[in-house]
């Protein structure tokens, strides 16, 4: 075993201690738990630890290509590879742009680039013990102790970027399994892009999670022994303000008190895992407790409500499919604008296109349940993007959604003549009654003819495990449609009828 | 050694188009052999598809394409989608085009198409659109498999609403 002379203070990526920034010899890297050779210093440099390029190849084991006349350095291994050039402020990671908070440097003729970086894109990861002053680096395959290294038994610094917590460190150890568990498997996430978690809070039986962005794609579960809910939120981290507050623990690990509460007992949250980057949130609860779990834009949070749905299977009624109905949270309704972005959907000879009609339509749809006691509206989009059908499936699932309505508007070029309004469906057993309802309504609304209620084979009627339907409006193609949808009252019109619709399915007071 | 592996693989594509492009000089109109011009135009009798002004099911029309080469008859056969004298059927192809049809081996056919944003179709009309393609060219027994690119890509959806399967085979039509 050969000791090693680099300084490899990883906490102070996030944490300025500006009187350490200088080289600092006999400290520790160990790669799978056994200590690499000191083949030479490694530096501070504006909070990262930066390794001369030698020790990529000598002591990781990376291939490395040094172009000179670019200075460019191409790493790779079997899986991947990356570039990263002198000065450069970002690096190329399998031909994706990833931005770099230090750029590969040139000191006295040894090229020095973030060890951080490098290690965690290469598949490693990266652990920094603070009171040996050493660093852990563990390759994927290395089993379990990739997930939950073995460290000393002392109390690293708070860190973001990766720390994950010794288990057998005191008291609070055996609660922190959920936290510690990474999940390599998942590719690298570009750091610029991640989410901020800015608060977490419950009141009213529900978590508050205030997000930086909306439309995020969180991930439950419900695990037991112990009882609690598990929430994953992927390609976030904690906003610097947040981890920087006293709710987190020196082990990185925040946790909020819940007192005097039926069910919740504490909250646990912490950064899970760093590539991609995903922020856990754990509930720890005192039984099993049903939930839903949705998303909310202006502000943007991400709640767990306990209120609301029950995982019964319910009761039939008349209508059909049974909704199952909140016990005092409220129903879930997916709107879903088609199309948008770089797929505009049908267009009229005006050229208006369809992409914008939907898109108004489900805003007002949406304004019209802004103060609605009983119903939940979840956009899939909110302005003119490309959403994946996928994706909009994924999130009417995620969110637990009761109700799935797609609104489009139609065309058939060379039959203009052709008007009217459309109601799609796919699966019977789920949507047919509640296409119809909807339908009665629809066309209450557009004052436009029947064309009558449908069943198609249709990506996001079908692949949705809710009452889902399409509904396409009026023909665009038809020059009287046409006129007809782009006016405020005609879709005020539609907005009220889609929500009379929902209401009477639901069988709550229209 | 991967890197042997993958030029050889190179070579042998480039000798494939070499010896493809040979065969291609036979053909009327780059001059070539005599036998290549003595290809007689043939009529064939096929169904063509399209749908009624519901917009609601698939309508079949019989249609004769005409084709000097055999190998233009997946095309001709596509392009009669776009047409119809019967004033009550309605076209589900007319304003996109129809670029090529080529059979691969195995019976994989490649279609190609280009469709302007001014013709997309609603839901129903899409999900039609794509099977009336299904239905005519699987009428060929030799077509095993279907794969619809647009403008040479492989795409998730023709207009938005219906997901393509890449490629469709003769299940998809069941
Ligand atoms: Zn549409």
């Not at chain 1, 000191?38 to 990376?62: A, D, K």
């Not at chain 1, 509904?471 to 907005?495: I, K, P």
Request: hydrophobic letters at 35%; glycine letters at 6%; aromatic letters at 6%.
């Amino acid at each position: 075993m050969k000791k090693i002379g680099a300084v490899v203070l990883f906490c102070l990526m996030l944490f300025m201690l500006p009187s350490l920034s200088h080289a600092n010899a006999g400290h520790q890297m160990y790669l799978n738990g056994i200590s690499l050779a000191p083949s030479t210093e490694g530096q501070i440099i504006q909070n990262s630890t930066m390794i001369p390029i030698r020790v990529v190849v000598e002591e990781l084991g990376f291939q490395v290509d040094w172009d000179k006349k670019t200075r460019t350095a191409s790493i790779h291994n079997d899986k991947k590879s990356m570039m990263l050039a002198v000065d450069q402020k970002w690096a190329t990671v399998d031909g994706k742009k990833v931005s770099l908070d230090m750029p590969p440097t040139l000191i006295s003729d040894t090229t020095l680039v973030p060890l951080r970086f490098v290690g965690e894109q290469m598949g490693l990861v990266v652990n920094w013990e603070n009171e040996s002053k050493s660093v852990y680096l563990f390759t994927s395959d290395f089993g379990s102790e990739v997930t939950q290294p073995e460290l000393p038994t002392t109390s690293p610094e708070p860190e973001q970027g990766g720390t994950t917590t010794p288990k057998d460190q005191d008291k609070n150890r055996n609660t922190n399994e959920d936290l510690n568990e990474a999940d390599l498997e998942n590719g690298m996430q570009v750091a610029d892009e991640l989410t901020e978690v800015q608060t977490v809070t419950f009141e009213d039986n529900r978590l508050v999670v205030g997000v930086s962005k909306d439309g995020l794609l969180p991930k439950s579960q419900r695990l037991s022994n112990p009882d609690r809910i598990v929430i994953d939120i992927p390609n976030a981290k904690f906003a610097d303000q947040f981890f920087n507050s006293q709710i987190f623990g020196t082990n990185g690990q925040g946790e909020l008190q819940v007192q005097g509460h039926a069910i919740v007992s504490k909250i646990r949250f912490s950064l899970f895992s760093n590539s991609p980057s995903t922020v856990r949130i754990v509930m720890d609860i005192k039984q099993s407790q049903s939930f839903s779990l949705y998303t909310t834009k202006d502000p943007n949070t991400i709640i767990v409500d306990l209120n609301g749905s029950t995982s019964d299977t319910g009761t039939s009624t008349g209508t059909g499919t049974a909704v199952n109905p909140p016990q005092s949270g409220k129903y879930v309704v997916v709107i879903d604008a088609g199309h948008g972005g770089s797929d505009p959907g049908t267009s009229s000879k005006n050229n208006r296109y369809e992409k914008d009609f939907n898109l108004a339509e489900a805003l007002k749809v949406a304004e019209l349940f802004r103060n609605d006691p009983d119903v939940e509206i979840i956009l899939t989009r909110s302005d003119d993007t490309y959403v994946k059908r996928s994706d909009r499936v994924a999130l009417a699932k995620q969110v637990q959604a009761n109700l799935f309505i797609s609104i489009h508007a139609n065309s058939i070029l060379n039959k203009s003549s052709i008007t009217g309004t459309e109601t799609y469906y796919t699966r019977e057993d789920k949507s047919k009654a509640f296409a119809q309802v909807m339908h009665s309504h629809l066309i209450q609304g557009t004052k436009l003819p029947d064309r009558g209620v449908r069943q198609k084979s249709l990506e996001v009627t079908r692949e949705t495990d809710m009452p889902a339907v399409l509904l396409e409006v009026g023909y665009l193609s038809n020059q009287s449609d046409e006129a007809a949808l782009y006016t405020e009252d005609f879709q005020n019109r539609v907005a009220q009828s889609i929500k009379n619709g929902i209401r009477q399915y639901l069988g709550l007071q229209t | 050694m991967r890197k042997m592996t993958l030029l050889l693989g190179m070579l042998i594509t480039i000798i494939a188009i070499a010896a493809g492009c040979g065969q291609k000089s036979g053909d009327p109109e780059t001059g070539g052999k005599p036998e290549a011009q003595q290809h007689a135009e043939q009529t064939l009798h096929i169904q063509a598809y399209y749908t009624d002004d519901q917009i609601l099911n698939l309508v079949q029309e019989k249609k004769d394409i005409k084709f000097a080469d055999e190998k233009a008859k997946y095309l001709e056969a596509l392009k009669a989608l776009q047409s119809t004298d019967d004033a009550k059927l309605v076209k589900l192809w007319q304003e996109n085009e129809f670029q090529s049809a080529i059979l691969k081996d195995g019976g994989a056919l490649i279609i190609d198409v280009k469709i302007p944003a001014e013709a997309h179709l609603g839901a129903s009309g899409e999900d039609l659109a794509i099977q009336a393609v299904l239905k005519t060219v699987f009428q060929f027994e030799e077509v095993q498999s279907v794969d619809i690119l647009v403008d040479g890509q492989s795409v998730d959806s023709l207009m938005g609403h219906v997901e393509l399967e890449h490629p469709y085979t003769r299940k998809s039509i069941m």
